[in-house]
């Protein structure tokens, strides 16, 4: 049974920081890509950052970049999502999400559809 558990939500003031972490089992975790998304009530689920199978390749929402890094440690069978200078906007349910295909593109990495593994999602509130 492949299991994703993202933890580290909370509540944190506007130009705070939080580093979300996303466990994965159930699989071979070096062979999957994982990815991080965000939905705020009302909208879609948008892509937030993701992290290519070796960590190598990472990719960004603009809005996210130079504020958000993505990193794993396979060891550990876990990803990070390390947030600074967070902004009301961030305020969301995080979800990351696994999949085990090998490609290095944004719009594949950035499509909800690609992926078959979703965690329950960690709340983020950031407060102005």
């Known amino acids: 049974q492949v299991l994703l558990v993202e933890s580290g939500g909370g509540l944190v003031q506007a130009g705070g920081s939080l580093r979300l972490s996303c466990v994965v089992s159930g699989v071979i975790f070096r062979n999957y890509a994982v990815g991080w998304f965000r939905q705020a009530p009302g909208k879609e689920r948008e892509f937030v950052a993701a992290i290519s199978r070796a960590g190598t390749i990472t990719y960004y929402q603009d809005s996210v970049k130079g504020r958000f890094t993505v990193s794993r440690d396979n060891a550990k069978n876990t990803v990070y999502l390390q947030m600074i200078s967070l902004k009301p906007e961030d305020t969301a349910v995080y979800y990351c999400?696994?999949?085990?295909?090998?490609?290095?593109?944004?719009?594949?990495?950035?499509?909800?559809?690609?992926?078959?593994?979703w965690g329950q999602g960690t709340q983020v509130t950031v407060s102005s």
């Open positions: 999400a696994a999949d085990d295909w090998n490609i290095n593109n944004f719009q594949d990495y950035a499509r909800t559809s690609r992926y078959t593994y």
